[in-house]
């Protein structure tokens, strides 16, 4: 089996400018993307890194990013991120990809290889961990399963693959299930009050890029009540085609698609 995963990031982000190139840590040298490649690095099972952005010119500047990580780089569709993970899966003849999306600076990699052997054991299609706060799980995806979700599917909205993929009814589905529910807040990064969050929590980490596991991220939560806040079940999550739908109501379907999954597992912290 070979697995490579694909970060995927682009420049043209609009409520925070060139978040992928922010930086986050205490010596103000790494960006988002900087971190994320060295987290990756943790996951023994992660064959190949690959930098997924576009051929546009506006994203040449992540070329030096991917040098500077010592990743490799693949320059596709601009708005088709499935397009994007299969040729790259296509170029390295992988079995699994892992995406991950270059606003989830606090991805927990450490956990990525007890996703990586349960796809294997189980011969899932799709694992994720859940319970977690939005941003910090991986999605590890079959690439056999991905082709038929291309085949379904309007490219253009692939950047919700999330929706298409853990789909309990169409593909062999596995979770790693974190005991407490931290689901309820977030630590993606797509605002100006989503980067203080951030940089928040890395500061209560240390300032230090490679303490990022999950056992810390939820231990800050925990400790940290007043800094970091549940989302609110009246707020909105966005959908295809500009459609929207409230968090509650977001959270009630995820948990049907946990319930409905072929495989749960508890996740062994670090």
Same mark, same amino acid.
Request: net charge negative; with cysteine; charged share 30%.
């Given at each position: 089996?070979?697995?490579?995963?694909?970060?995927?990031?682009?420049?043209?982000?609009?409520?925070?400018?060139?978040?992928?190139?922010?930086?986050?840590?205490?010596?103000?040298?790494?960006?988002?993307?900087?971190?994320?490649?060295?987290?990756?690095?943790?996951?023994?099972?992660?064959?190949?890194?690959?930098?997924?952005?576009?051929?546009?010119?506006?994203?040449?500047?992540?070329?030096?990013?991917?040098?500077?990580?010592?990743?490799?780089?693949?320059?596709?569709?601009?708005?088709?991120?499935?397009?994007?993970?299969?040729?790259?899966?296509?170029?390295?003849?992988?079995?699994?990809?892992?995406?991950?999306?270059?606003?989830?600076?606090?991805?927990?990699?450490?956990?990525?290889?007890?996703?990586?052997?349960?796809?294997?054991?189980?011969? &899932?299609?799709?694992? +994720?961990?859940?319970?977690?706060?939005? *941003?910090?799980? @991986?999605?590890? #995806?079959?690439? !056999?399963? %991905?082709?038929?979700?291309?085949?379904?599917?309007?490219?253009?909205?692939?950047?919700?693959?999330?929706?298409?993929?853990?789909?309990?009814?169409?593909?062999?589905?596995?979770?790693?299930?974190?005991?407490?529910?931290?689901?309820?807040?977030?630590?993606?990064?797509?605002?100006?009050?989503? &980067?203080?969050?951030? +940089?928040?929590?890395?500061?209560?980490? *240390?300032?230090? @890029?490679?303490? #990022?596991?999950? !056992?810390? %991220?939820?231990?800050?939560?925990?400790?940290?009540?007043?800094?970091?806040?549940?989302?609110?079940?009246?707020?909105?999550?966005?959908?295809?085609?500009?459609?929207?739908?409230?968090?509650?109501?977001?959270?009630?379907?995820?948990?049907?698609?946990?319930?409905?999954?072929?495989?749960?597992?508890?996740?062994?912290?670090?």
């Amino acid at each position: 089996m070979k697995t490579v995963a694909c970060i995927i990031a682009r420049t043209t982000s609009t409520r925070l400018p060139l978040k992928v190139l922010r930086t986050f840590d205490s010596s103000n040298r790494d960006s988002m993307l900087d971190i994320i490649s060295t987290s990756l690095k943790k996951a023994s099972l992660v064959d190949e890194t690959y930098l997924c952005t576009s051929s546009e010119s506006c994203d040449d500047i992540l070329e030096d990013v991917a040098a500077k990580n010592e990743i490799n780089i693949y320059r596709g569709a601009a708005t088709a991120v499935i397009e994007r993970m299969l040729d790259v899966a296509a170029q390295t003849d992988a079995d699994y990809v892992i995406r991950i999306t270059g606003d989830n600076v606090f991805t927990a990699c450490d956990i990525l290889d007890q996703q990586i052997k349960l796809c294997y054991e189980e011969r &899932l299609d799709y694992c +994720r961990v859940v319970n977690v706060p939005i *941003g910090v799980t @991986a999605e590890v #995806i079959r690439v !056999s399963a %991905l082709k038929d979700i291309y085949s379904k599917i309007d490219p253009e909205v692939s950047e919700y693959l999330m929706l298409f993929a853990f789909s309990p009814d169409s593909y062999r589905c596995g979770v790693l299930k974190v005991d407490k529910d931290y689901s309820y807040f977030s630590l993606t990064v797509d605002t100006p009050a989503d &980067l203080v969050t951030g +940089r928040a929590m890395l500061e209560q980490l *240390g300032g230090r @890029a490679d303490a #990022i596991k999950l !056992s810390s %991220l939820l231990s800050v939560i925990d400790d940290c009540t007043d800094r970091f806040k549940k989302i609110s079940g009246s707020s909105k999550v966005k959908l295809p085609y500009g459609k929207t739908v409230d968090f509650e109501e977001f959270q009630h379907d995820q948990n049907k698609r946990i319930e409905a999954s072929h495989v749960s597992r508890g996740v062994k912290l670090c």
